[in-house]
Each structure stands twice: as C-alpha cells, then as structure tokens.
C-alpha cells in the first residue's frame, strides 16, 4: 500500500488547512488510518484516527476540538480537517494505516511521506 500526503503548506495562525491521504488500494474495513505529526527533534505525536469500515474516529490531545478527521471510501482517501491553528500545529504530517485502534506509532506498518505544515504568527 502506498500512502501519499497533500494539502500542506503555508497558513496564518488561527487560519484552516484541509490535509489528504491518498491509498494506493482500498483499506479493509477493519484497517486504522491515522494522522500524526513531527517535529525536528521529537518523536512522532498522535493526531487523529478514522476506522476504515465503521468511521469511528479517536483524537489526540493535541487537535481534539480543532480537527475532523474523515474518509471517504471511493476515492481510497482520508482527510484531516484543521482549523484555529497554531505555531505549534507547525510539522510534518503524516497519514500512516495499520490494524490496531491504537495511538501508538509503532502500530503502524504503511506511512506516507509527509506533507509539511508551517504556521506564520
């Protein structure tokens, strides 16, 4: 499975950014795909996942109540909606796919490569 990342870019603080995840195949109904983030520095922090087949969605601390993650099953693609952001909300984002509903990295086997997020304040 190959994941690809779009939408990233240059946006004013407290402005929205809508993210893309493009799979190469359709996810089973049972896979997790999930957004993370990161920082030069820092580990890989949890944002959001979606449930492929039931749209079950879990947040992280860091966006809860500031984004949307969602799927649309055919077109293959996730999205992860942004609003109110940040300095901090700055990073590479990630859309990775695995098994588990889990918020742990490692849980992950398919990621892609990345769509960068800068935030002018």
């Known amino acids: 499975v190959t994941l690809v990342e779009s939408g990233g870019g240059l946006v004013q603080a407290g402005g929205s950014l809508r993210l893309s995840c493009a799979a190469s195949?359709?996810?089973?109904?049972?896979?997790?795909m999930a957004w993370f983030r990161q920082t030069p520095g820092k580990e890989r922090e949890f944002v959001a996942l979606?449930?492929?087949?039931?749209?079950?969605?879990y947040y992280g601390d860091s966006m809860k109540g500031r984004s949307t993650i969602s799927r649309d099953k055919p077109k293959n693609a996730m999205y992860l909606q942004m609003h109110s952001l940040k300095s901090e909300d700055a990073a590479v984002y990630y859309c990775?796919?695995?098994?588990?509903?889990?918020?742990?990295?490692?849980?992950?086997?398919?990621w892609g490569q990345g769509t960068q997020v800068t935030v002018s304040s």
């Open positions: 979606i449930r492929w087949g039931s749209g079950t969605t």
């Open positions: 195949e359709r996810p089973y109904s049972s896979s997790v």
């Open positions: 990775s796919k695995g098994r588990e509903f889990s918020s742990s990295p490692g849980q992950y086997d398919y």
